[in-house]
């Protein structure tokens, strides 16, 4: 209900906007009555935008009807009986009849008399060649409050009888008395110590921390404490975890596989500390946009923490399945629509598609944002189709990081080379694995069906017993070919051997393959084998083989080497030279042979072959013929001869049996130590950014990727002066990016951060819509107020925590949380802060606090999560990621979960991490208090908070006191303190009539008594 | 007829607890605010013809031409040639094969309706549905159509369909949530599919998992209520006094009110999940083995007894993100799944109406997307993703039972009139349930959102 209210009060106020943005009433009448009416009936025909301009008449601009079309001005303003578009609209007989009836004809009645009733009135038409901004024009761009510089604002030299404390006080106070409103008295000690320590650490404050604040007298007791807090650890865990609402933390990816990402919490983790440590804020936002870049030219002790910041581009929610830029729009998407909410309080994202409807945003500003993230690399952090991470970057300074990936490859180098070794003792012991094994699996895949792995196929392509090759001088005679129907040029059969193949100097490498075309075929088509390394990546060599002709590709031509009958079984034998980049060989049946030598191989050939290919790109025009493949086989020793066979493979000997099996031994386990090595890093390295390759980006029509329009430079957005990137930039164009942020744009990031403060001690920001500044926000309650708080906050260099101290010593936060009829007739929302506002725990302010009070508590950083081993990742959007881990560390490090969210923190309204949360909203449902009343957790916690308070000295009634002041920071009143002593005699008694945990039943009734008090409402809230 | 709602929570607690928090502030809050209470029931824009909805969803994509979709043309054709303009995610022009339906067809009830050997209950209850065979959608991948089907937007973070209607008409029964979701295992997009999002959390779908813990913290944890009833009293106590000290408002108060429906719930829900009272006769009905605790004869019976008790929104999922209708491999696979929903939904539809609540019982069954016609292979024994075209029902309140609407092309690939989309089939169901959806509007992030963003037609031809 309170987000009714909330909502209610947004319309309100954005009504009061509208009207002050546009401030003409002519300009409104234009905008509600005319612009919809030529938008939807004239312009079609009528727009200099669009190029159609029937008659010459353009409708679209001012300029347009002053001009008007081949019959003169479409509009006298001021006279519309004068006016050409007045009788066209009325469909005077002796002109044009607008619009005309096969476009939905005459306008209303009403719409006339609309039209009419503007040109009286003067046409007024704000659509003037004044230049626009997207939605605003430049204007009232210019003048819009929040994009002003900064001034000092004087503060209110009243004395308001000596009330105010600070400066916050008067400026709260002036504005209390212009509304008859007169502030709660302050609030006593105890509630206050409470509610600094909740909102400052995000935990209760001790009976010590209470009682050594009762006990100071001094005036700058609660000084003392704030000082205290704020030096704390804890608090960095409480005011970090708000910045990651607004930087959408999770610890998973996101995409629908989900994937979990190590790395994240490295992130978290940054935040705690910057926090912690009073990180400059402008600093903060710089490192979080250009960590990786700052990092390479400072000092190499903050090397890892600078790249670590980059998270905060990183960490949004993924879409990509792969490492590819396919879905890159939307992760880009995310990403701009944070930096804009977060740091700016913009929404620059709604300027994807189009210009912003409102806000002064075009889409080269989106786009020229787009091409800074572009140029950026991105961490991929495993996806369905690609299962692995990819592109982290390191936390070494790259001359380490190089050698360490030197490092790394080495170790792999030996590993292939120990497993090489003993693949090759194995083939020599075994002779059916010869040249790759017989056909290189042929013989063991299954008749009628595609080959399937190791082979890969694509189109219609069948292993068959029909497609065997006769010929046995190099693999002995199998049981199955495959045959490749008739198929799309792609098509086809792939096979990549798992060694690279690369000539030794003298040496050579020897390929052979068994191929015909069937009888009846007719097509004209030819197909190809290719030799090189990956898929046309590195080509080697081709042949190209139709039904009728064998061709290889001799340097730049086909060259034909014989003709073929089809029906008939050939067999090909190539050597290929890598010294000399020529190849030669043999091709025909037995008794039939065609010699080839000295062909060229295209010289950009880097030497290396892996990948086999027969697909129907051959030298041919039309389909590819039916075909048969069989006996392929690569190797770096030379063939037999055709016609030498048939071979008989040796079967292997006890011994070589023996030996064999010990190879297998060894090869599983150097594979495995190979993958093992492989997945892990060569260092540490973090879920950030580095700089990619520099690109501009073009825009992208309605925001679709493959509507690519003009390209626009990198820049920042106009409003801040449209920076571009220098000439001499070489980078992606972060690093000025993070400069533009925090100089171009200073005032407008200090006053949104300032706000954002604010709103997280009193529950409502002077700006209620903290992540939207723009015209659609709601104004600031306070503007003088916002302005001198952003303004000290950049002269007390941004420290975050000066800020802190100013807001928490100022006597407007330290008032009651009590309400007076009166006041609240006048207020209701307490916009005015004429107390406080009472808040409620929030999710991890209720577990931590839970845990706390109970003893259990752990308050270590927690580094890891127990995801499972990435070398088993095999996540897709059938088999998501999903893991709850139980932890008593604080709740910020709680796995964060963007798919299926953690149950707790959903329950109890944590920030939805696929986006970035301006302010939670806090609800009270059934399904929370069933979490209160029955889940282990709750229970865990008050045994032990039982335990804990069992184990104290003193009576019942001392213990009773404790325990209310521990939950609640207060000292129970006679009543309630009696009642709870009443209800653990109570409790106890019925356990020992029911016979339930005899001898225990003092332990359960005090559980209970605890249960009762954490779930009060003096525990889950705070005055 | 409508079961009469059980006693009030207020009015149980009062007789069971001693009412505990029976304030005058209580009692001043209904009169004050009882309207803003986000799940007290208030009425729509219009008339509804429906108050409940029962929304059957089957992951995967189920065929819409092996099931509600006769295409005689497609079994003659078998084999044949033909160019289609969308392919594995890609559109261009392709040579496929047409490829036959496994199961042959009927022709059900008075109405005639074809429907094929894969539902022959569901034929049986044929004049009840009305059959929509021109349906489709934006997207051919599992997690978009599933976010479509269910929030409106493919791509961003949106509220749950179920989670709009309970923002937009509150709920009848306070110990129950308004929006309940019964699925074995979650559907692609997770718990996406039945988030709140930006919508106050109250009105979220609150996951059901069907076997012995089907709600969570549902059951409590002392060894008998009355320990737990001393305990809520006590806290009962402090809280008023809390409350009397502090002057009204209305997050304490809030909670206070949670503790009471929360205990209600602990008595309710799991009464509302107990099938023991069932008889032998409605457990065959729905196709259940006496004692079952899963099963989708187990949903559907949940269903009808969560809509006697006012839940607003109850949605069912058959199945996962995995072994699923998605029969890439081999369509043999529908014929299990089909066999497991089958029986269970036609007697969920006979039994609503025997009790009289079919008539406000607005039931949809949908899915992601159909699947293709043809094939690359002509003996390939599975088909492919197909949104252009496929099939889903709808059944009682306020729908026209008994009809077809919308027809595909003569082998199903494309609509060719009655198109409904996504859009269209939310903007029908709110209007039944006596919603505009055009006006059913929350402000976020400074505009304001609906569930069909800015399209969406009332499919009125289907209207009773």
């Given at each position: 209900?309170?987000r009714q209210?909330?909502s209610?009060?947004?319309?309100?106020?954005?009504?009061c906007?509208?009207?002050?943005?546009?401030?003409?009433s002519?300009?409104?009448y234009f905008?509600?009555?005319?612009?919809?009416?030529?938008?939807?009936r004239?312009?079609?025909c009528?727009?200099?935008?669009?190029?159609k301009?029937?008659?010459?008449?353009?409708?679209?601009?001012?300029?347009?009807?002053?001009?008007?079309?081949?019959?003169?001005?479409?509009?006298?303003?001021?006279?519309?009986q004068?006016?050409?578009l007045?009788?066209?609209?009325?469909?005077?007989e002796?002109?044009?009849?607008?619009?005309p009836?096969?476009k939905?004809?005459?306008?209303?009645?009403?719409?006339?008399?609309?039209?009419?009733?503007w040109?009286?009135?003067?046409?007024?038409?704000?659509?003037?060649?004044?230049?626009?901004?997207?939605?605003?024009t430049?204007n009232?761009?210019?003048r819009w409050?929040?994009?002003?510089?900064l001034?000092?604002?004087?503060?209110?030299?009243a004395?308001?009888?000596?009330?105010?404390r600070?400066?916050?006080?008067?400026?709260?106070?002036?504005?209390?008395?212009?509304?008859?409103l007169?502030?709660?008295?302050?609030a006593?000690?105890?509630t206050?110590?409470?509610?600094?320590?909740l909102?400052?650490?995000?935990?209760?404050?001790?009976q010590e921390?209470?009682?050594a604040?009762l006990?100071?007298?001094?005036?700058e007791a609660?000084?003392?404490?704030?000082?205290?807090?704020?030096?704390s650890?804890e608090?960095?865990v409480?005011?970090?975890?708000?910045?990651?609402?607004?930087?959408?933390?999770?610890?998973?990816?996101g995409?629908?596989?989900d994937?979990?990402?190590?790395?994240?919490?490295?992130?978290?983790n940054?935040?705690?500390s910057?926090?912690?440590?009073?990180?400059p804020?402008?600093d903060?936002?710089?490192e979080?946009?250009?960590?990786?870049?700052?990092?390479?030219?400072?000092?190499?002790?903050?090397?890892?923490?600078?790249?670590?910041?980059?998270?905060?581009?990183?960490?949004?929610?993924?879409?990509?399945?792969?490492p590819?830029?396919?879905?890159?729009?939307?992760?880009?998407?995310?990403?701009?629509?944070?930096?804009?909410?977060?740091?700016l309080?913009?929404?620059?994202g709604?300027?994807?598609?189009?210009d912003?409807?409102?806000?002064?945003?075009?889409?080269?500003?989106?786009?020229?944002?787009?091409?800074?993230?572009?140029?950026?690399q991105?961490s991929?952090?495993?996806?369905?189709?690609?299962?692995?991470?990819?592109?982290f970057?390191?936390?070494?300074?790259p001359?380490e990081a190089?050698?360490?990936?030197?490092?790394k490859a080495?170790?792999?180098?030996?590993?292939d080379a120990?497993?090489?070794k003993?693949?090759q003792?194995?083939?020599?012991?075994?002779?059916r694995?010869?040249?790759?094994?017989?056909?290189?699996?042929f013989?063991?895949?299954s008749?009628?069906?595609?080959?399937?792995?190791?082979?890969?196929s694509?189109g219609?392509?069948?292993?068959?017993?029909?497609?065997?090759?006769p010929f046995?001088h190099i693999?002995p005679?199998?049981?199955?070919g495959?045959r490749?129907?008739?198929?799309?040029?792609n098509?086809?059969?792939r096979?990549?051997f798992?060694?690279?193949?690369?000539?030794q100097?003298?040496?050579?490498?020897?390929?052979?393959?068994?191929?015909?075309t069937?009888?009846e075929?007719?097509?004209?088509?030819?197909f190809?084998f290719?030799?090189g390394?990956?898929v046309?990546?590195?080509?080697?060599l081709e042949?190209s083989i139709?039904?009728?002709?064998c061709?290889?590709?001799?340097?730049?031509?086909?060259?034909?080497?014989r003709?073929?009958?089809?029906g008939?079984?050939y067999?090909l034998?190539?050597?290929?030279?890598?010294?000399?980049?020529t190849f030669s060989?043999?091709?025909?049946?037995?008794?039939?042979?065609t010699d080839?030598?000295g062909?060229?191989?295209?010289?950009?050939?880097?030497?290396v072959?892996?990948?086999?290919?027969?697909?129907g790109i051959?030298?041919?025009?039309g389909?590819?013929?039916?075909?048969?493949l069989?006996?392929?086989?690569?190797?770096?020793?030379?063939?037999a001869?055709?016609?030498s066979g048939?071979?008989?493979?040796?079967l292997?000997?006890?011994?070589a049996k023996?030996?064999?099996?010990?190879?297998?031994?060894a090869?599983?386990?150097?594979?495995?130590?190979r993958?093992?090595r492989?997945?892990?890093?060569?260092?540490?390295?973090?879920?950030?950014?580095?700089e990619g390759?520099?690109?501009n980006?073009?825009?992208?029509?309605?925001?679709?990727p493959?509507?690519?329009?003009?390209?626009?430079p990198r820049r920042y957005?106009?409003i801040?002066?449209g920076?571009?990137?220098?000439?001499?930039s070489?980078?992606s164009?972060?690093?000025?990016?993070?400069?533009?942020?925090t100089?171009?744009?200073?005032?407008?990031?200090?006053?949104?951060?300032?706000?954002?403060v604010?709103q997280?001690?009193?529950?409502r920001?002077?700006?209620?819509?903290?992540?939207?500044?723009?015209?659609?926000?709601?104004?600031?309650?306070?503007p003088?107020?916002l302005?001198?708080?952003?303004?000290?906050?950049?002269e007390?260099g941004?420290?975050?925590k000066?800020l802190?101290?100013?807001?928490?010593?100022?006597r407007?936060?330290?008032?009651?949380s009590?309400?007076?009829?009166?006041?609240?007739a006048?207020?209701p929302?307490n916009i005015q802060?004429w107390?406080?506002?009472?808040?409620?725990?929030?999710?991890?302010?209720?577990r931590?606090?839970?845990?706390s009070?109970?003893?259990?508590?752990?308050?270590?950083?927690l580094?890891?999560?127990?995801?499972?081993d990435?070398?088993?990742w095999g996540?897709?959007?059938?088999?998501?990621?999903?893991?709850?881990?139980?932890?008593?560390?604080?709740?910020?490090y709680?796995?964060?979960?963007r798919?299926?969210r953690?149950?707790?923190?959903?329950?109890?309204?944590?920030?939805?991490?696929?986006?970035?949360?301006?302010?939670?909203?806090?609800?009270?449902?059934?399904t929370q208090t069933?979490?209160?009343?029955?889940?282990?957790?709750?229970?865990?916690?008050?045994?032990a908070?039982?335990?804990?308070?069992l184990?104290?000295?003193?009576?019942?009634q001392?213990?009773?006191?404790?325990?209310?002041e521990?939950?609640?920071?207060?000292?129970?009143?006679?009543?309630?303190?009696d009642?709870?002593?009443?209800?653990?005699e109570?409790?106890s008694?019925s356990?020992?009539?029911?016979n339930?945990?005899?001898?225990h039943?003092?332990?359960l009734?005090?559980?209970a008594?605890s249960?009762?008090?954490?779930?009060?409402?003096?525990?889950?809230s705070?005055? | 007829?409508?079961?009469?709602?059980?006693m009030s929570?207020?009015e149980?607690?009062?007789?069971?607890?001693g009412?505990f928090a029976?304030t005058?502030?209580?009692?001043?809050?209904?009169?004050?605010?009882?309207?803003?209470?986000?799940?007290?029931?208030?009425?729509?824009?219009?008339p509804?013809?429906?108050?409940?909805i029962?929304?059957?969803y089957?992951?995967g994509?189920?065929?819409?031409?092996d099931t509600?979709d006769?295409k005689?043309h497609?079994?003659?054709?078998h084999g044949?040639?033909?160019?289609?303009s969308?392919?594995?995610?890609k559109?261009?022009?392709?040579?496929?094969?047409l490829?036959r339906?496994?199961?042959?067809?009927?022709?059900?009830?008075?109405?005639?309706?074809?429907?094929s050997d894969?539902?022959?209950?569901v034929?049986?209850?044929v004049?009840?549905l009305?059959?929509l065979?021109a349906?489709?959608?934006e997207?051919?991948?599992?997690?978009?159509?599933?976010?479509?089907?269910?929030t409106?937007?493919a791509?961003?973070?949106?509220?749950?369909?179920?989670?709009?209607?309970?923002y937009?008409?509150?709920?009848?029964n306070?110990?129950?949530?308004?929006?309940?979701?019964i699925?074995p295992?979650?559907p692609y997009?997770?718990?996406?599919t039945?988030?709140?999002d930006?919508?106050?959390?109250?009105h979220?779908?609150t996951?059901?998992?069907?076997?012995k813990?089907p709600?969570?913290?549902v059951?409590p944890?002392?060894p008998?209520i009355?320990?737990?009833?001393?305990e809520?009293?006590?806290?009962g106590?402090?809280?008023r006094?809390?409350?009397d000290?502090?002057?009204?408002?209305?997050?304490?108060?809030?909670r206070?009110?949670?503790?009471?429906?929360?205990?209600?719930?602990?008595?309710?829900?799991?009464e509302a999940?107990?099938?023991?009272h069932?008889?032998?006769e409605?457990?065959?009905?729905y196709?259940?083995?006496?004692?079952?605790?899963s099963?989708?004869?187990?949903q559907c019976?949940?269903?009808?007894?969560?809509?006697?008790?006012?839940v607003?929104?109850?949605?069912?999922i058959?199945?996962?993100?995995?072994?699923n209708?998605?029969?890439?491999g081999?369509?043999?696979?529908?014929?299990?799944?089909a066999?497991?929903?089958?029986?269970?939904?036609?007697?969920?539809?006979?039994d609503?109406?025997?009790?009289?609540?079919?008539?406000?019982?607005?039931?949809v069954w949908?899915?992601e997307?159909g699947?293709?016609p043809?094939?690359?292979?002509?003996?390939?024994?599975?088909?492919?993703?197909h949104?252009?075209?496929?099939?889903?029902?709808?059944?009682?309140?306020?729908v026209?039972?008994?009809?077809v609407?919308?027809h595909?092309?003569?082998?199903g690939?494309?609509?060719?009139?009655?198109?409904v989309?996504?859009?269209d089939?939310h903007?029908?169901?709110?209007?039944?349930?006596?919603i505009?959806?055009?006006?059913?509007t929350y402000?976020?992030?400074?505009?304001d959102?609906?569930?069909t963003?800015?399209a969406?037609?009332?499919?009125?031809?289907?209207?009773?």
């Amino acid at each position: 209900m309170i987000r009714q209210w909330i909502s209610l009060s947004v319309c309100v106020v954005l009504q009061c906007v509208c009207v002050s943005a546009s401030p003409q009433s002519d300009a409104e009448y234009f905008e509600n009555h005319i612009r919809p009416l030529l938008v939807e009936r004239c312009q079609g025909c009528h727009c200099s935008s669009t190029g159609k301009t029937s008659g010459g008449l353009a409708l679209d601009t001012r300029a347009g009807w002053e001009k008007g079309g081949d019959s003169g001005p479409a509009i006298v303003p001021g006279k519309p009986q004068e006016s050409l578009l007045v009788k066209a609209i009325h469909y005077e007989e002796d002109g044009p009849q607008m619009p005309p009836q096969e476009k939905g004809g005459k306008l209303s009645k009403e719409q006339i008399e609309a039209v009419v009733e503007w040109i009286r009135q003067g046409a007024i038409d704000p659509r003037s060649m004044e230049k626009t901004i997207g939605g605003m024009t430049a204007n009232q761009a210019e003048r819009w409050w929040a994009f002003l510089p900064l001034v000092k604002t004087a503060v209110p030299e009243a004395d308001f009888a000596g009330w105010p404390r600070g400066e916050i006080d008067r400026f709260i106070r002036l504005e209390q008395e212009k509304r008859g409103l007169s502030p709660m008295p302050d609030a006593d000690k105890r509630t206050l110590v409470r509610r600094v320590t909740l909102d400052l650490t995000g935990l209760p404050p001790t009976q010590e921390d209470i009682a050594a604040y009762l006990s100071d007298e001094s005036s700058e007791a609660f000084a003392k404490i704030v000082d205290r807090l704020l030096a704390s650890p804890e608090y960095g865990v409480r005011w970090g975890r708000h910045w990651l609402d607004v930087a959408r933390y999770a610890d998973t990816a996101g995409d629908g596989a989900d994937y979990p990402v190590r790395e994240a919490g490295l992130y978290r983790n940054w935040v705690v500390s910057a926090f912690n440590s009073d990180q400059p804020f402008d600093d903060f936002v710089r490192e979080q946009i250009a960590g990786d870049i700052l990092a390479e030219q400072g000092s190499i002790e903050d090397y890892a923490r600078r790249v670590t910041a980059t998270g905060f581009l990183a960490i949004g929610k993924r879409y990509g399945y792969s490492p590819t830029p396919a879905y890159q729009h939307l992760d880009f998407a995310d990403a701009i629509d944070s930096i804009g909410r977060s740091l700016l309080g913009l929404s620059i994202g709604c300027a994807r598609c189009h210009d912003h409807k409102y806000d002064p945003i075009s889409m080269a500003d989106y786009y020229g944002l787009y091409g800074i993230l572009q140029s950026t690399q991105w961490s991929f952090p495993g996806g369905e189709e690609h299962k692995r991470p990819a592109h982290f970057p390191g936390l070494v300074i790259p001359a380490e990081a190089a050698r360490l990936d030197q490092q790394k490859a080495e170790q792999l180098a030996s590993f292939d080379a120990d497993i090489a070794k003993l693949k090759q003792e194995k083939a020599s012991l075994d002779g059916r694995l010869c040249a790759g094994g017989i056909d290189l699996g042929f013989e063991s895949q299954s008749l009628e069906a595609p080959p399937a792995a190791p082979w890969l196929s694509q189109g219609p392509n069948k292993v068959i017993a029909d497609a065997q090759s006769p010929f046995s001088h190099i693999h002995p005679t199998g049981m199955r070919g495959v045959r490749m129907g008739v198929g799309k040029p792609n098509d086809g059969v792939r096979y990549v051997f798992d060694q690279k193949i690369r000539a030794q100097p003298g040496g050579h490498i020897h390929f052979t393959i068994d191929f015909r075309t069937l009888a009846e075929a007719t097509e004209t088509g030819a197909f190809r084998f290719y030799l090189g390394r990956g898929v046309i990546e590195s080509l080697a060599l081709e042949c190209s083989i139709s039904s009728r002709e064998c061709a290889v590709r001799d340097g730049a031509a086909w060259k034909v080497l014989r003709k073929l009958e089809p029906g008939t079984w050939y067999t090909l034998r190539v050597s290929i030279d890598s010294d000399t980049k020529t190849f030669s060989g043999v091709v025909g049946v037995t008794g039939d042979l065609t010699d080839f030598r000295g062909c060229t191989l295209p010289p950009a050939w880097d030497g290396v072959i892996d990948t086999f290919i027969c697909d129907g790109i051959g030298h041919g025009d039309g389909s590819t013929p039916i075909h048969d493949l069989d006996n392929v086989g690569l190797t770096q020793e030379p063939f037999a001869e055709p016609g030498s066979g048939p071979i008989v493979l040796p079967l292997p000997g006890v011994d070589a049996k023996q030996r064999i099996a010990s190879i297998d031994g060894a090869l599983w386990e150097k594979t495995k130590q190979r993958e093992v090595r492989s997945a892990a890093s060569a260092y540490r390295v973090a879920y950030g950014v580095s700089e990619g390759k520099p690109m501009n980006a073009r825009i992208q029509k309605r925001g679709e990727p493959e509507q690519l329009a003009e390209e626009v430079p990198r820049r920042y957005l106009e409003i801040f002066g449209g920076d571009r990137l220098p000439e001499t930039s070489y980078g992606s164009g972060r690093l000025e990016l993070a400069d533009w942020i925090t100089r171009r744009s200073q005032h407008l990031l200090a006053r949104v951060f300032v706000n954002r403060v604010w709103q997280w001690h009193f529950g409502r920001g002077l700006v209620g819509t903290s992540s939207d500044f723009g015209s659609r926000g709601e104004m600031p309650t306070h503007p003088e107020l916002l302005e001198w708080l952003a303004l000290k906050f950049i002269e007390s260099g941004w420290s975050v925590k000066s800020l802190h101290r100013t807001i928490v010593l100022s006597r407007t936060y330290q008032l009651s949380s009590n309400s007076v009829a009166e006041m609240d007739a006048i207020d209701p929302e307490n916009i005015q802060l004429w107390r406080y506002t009472r808040r409620q725990l929030d999710a991890e302010s209720i577990r931590d606090s839970m845990l706390s009070v109970s003893g259990l508590l752990n308050r270590e950083v927690l580094c890891e999560h127990p995801f499972p081993d990435v070398t088993t990742w095999g996540f897709t959007i059938h088999q998501p990621f999903f893991a709850e881990y139980e932890s008593n560390h604080r709740s910020i490090y709680l796995m964060v979960q963007r798919n299926r969210r953690h149950p707790f923190l959903a329950l109890f309204d944590a920030a939805d991490p696929n986006q970035s949360i301006a302010q939670r909203l806090p609800t009270t449902t059934p399904t929370q208090t069933l979490y209160l009343m029955n889940s282990p957790f709750v229970h865990q916690q008050s045994d032990a908070f039982a335990a804990r308070l069992l184990g104290m000295s003193g009576g019942d009634q001392e213990r009773v006191t404790r325990a209310f002041e521990m939950t609640t920071g207060k000292i129970p009143a006679d009543a309630d303190r009696d009642e709870c002593l009443q209800f653990v005699e109570k409790y106890s008694q019925s356990l020992l009539e029911r016979n339930i945990a005899p001898a225990h039943e003092r332990d359960l009734a005090w559980a209970a008594l605890s249960r009762v008090l954490m779930t009060s409402n003096g525990f889950l809230s705070v005055d | 007829m409508r079961m009469p709602l059980p006693m009030s929570r207020r009015e149980w607690f009062h007789r069971s607890s001693g009412g505990f928090a029976a304030t005058a502030f209580a009692a001043l809050w209904n009169q004050v605010v009882g309207a803003a209470d986000p799940l007290a029931p208030h009425a729509g824009h219009f008339p509804a013809h429906a108050d409940n909805i029962i929304f059957i969803y089957s992951t995967g994509g189920v065929s819409h031409v092996d099931t509600f979709d006769y295409k005689p043309h497609l079994f003659a054709d078998h084999g044949k040639k033909i160019n289609a303009s969308r392919w594995l995610n890609k559109s261009g022009s392709f040579e496929r094969f047409l490829i036959r339906p496994r199961w042959s067809f009927k022709q059900y009830g008075q109405s005639g309706t074809w429907v094929s050997d894969l539902f022959p209950h569901v034929g049986g209850v044929v004049d009840d549905l009305c059959v929509l065979n021109a349906m489709h959608c934006e997207s051919d991948g599992h997690d978009k159509a599933t976010l479509a089907a269910h929030t409106g937007s493919a791509q961003f973070a949106r509220p749950s369909v179920g989670s709009w209607v309970s923002y937009g008409l509150g709920t009848e029964n306070q110990n129950l949530p308004s929006f309940m979701v019964i699925a074995p295992a979650a559907p692609y997009a997770g718990a996406q599919t039945w988030a709140n999002d930006f919508l106050p959390a109250c009105h979220q779908g609150t996951h059901v998992v069907p076997g012995k813990e089907p709600l969570p913290n549902v059951k409590p944890r002392v060894p008998v209520i009355e320990l737990q009833k001393m305990e809520l009293d006590l806290l009962g106590r402090l809280n008023r006094r809390h409350l009397d000290q502090r002057g009204a408002d209305f997050a304490l108060d809030a909670r206070v009110r949670s503790f009471e429906t929360a205990f209600g719930m602990q008595r309710e829900a799991p009464e509302a999940l107990d099938l023991s009272h069932e008889t032998q006769e409605t457990m065959n009905l729905y196709a259940l083995e006496p004692g079952a605790t899963s099963g989708f004869g187990w949903q559907c019976l949940v269903a009808r007894r969560l809509v006697e008790r006012g839940v607003r929104c109850v949605e069912l999922i058959d199945v996962g993100s995995s072994s699923n209708w998605d029969s890439h491999g081999n369509m043999g696979d529908h014929e299990r799944l089909a066999k497991a929903i089958d029986q269970p939904i036609a007697g969920l539809i006979t039994d609503l109406k025997r009790r009289g609540l079919l008539e406000r019982t607005l039931v949809v069954w949908t899915t992601e997307f159909g699947r293709t016609p043809f094939h690359q292979d002509p003996n390939h024994a599975g088909r492919e993703h197909h949104n252009l075209c496929f099939s889903s029902w709808m059944a009682g309140g306020g729908v026209r039972g008994g009809m077809v609407h919308g027809h595909s092309d003569e082998h199903g690939i494309l609509p060719s009139d009655g198109l409904v989309h996504t859009h269209d089939l939310h903007a029908t169901m709110l209007h039944l349930m006596g919603i505009d959806h055009e006006r059913l509007t929350y402000r976020h992030a400074g505009r304001d959102y609906r569930l069909t963003d800015v399209a969406g037609r009332v499919v009125r031809e289907i209207l009773l």
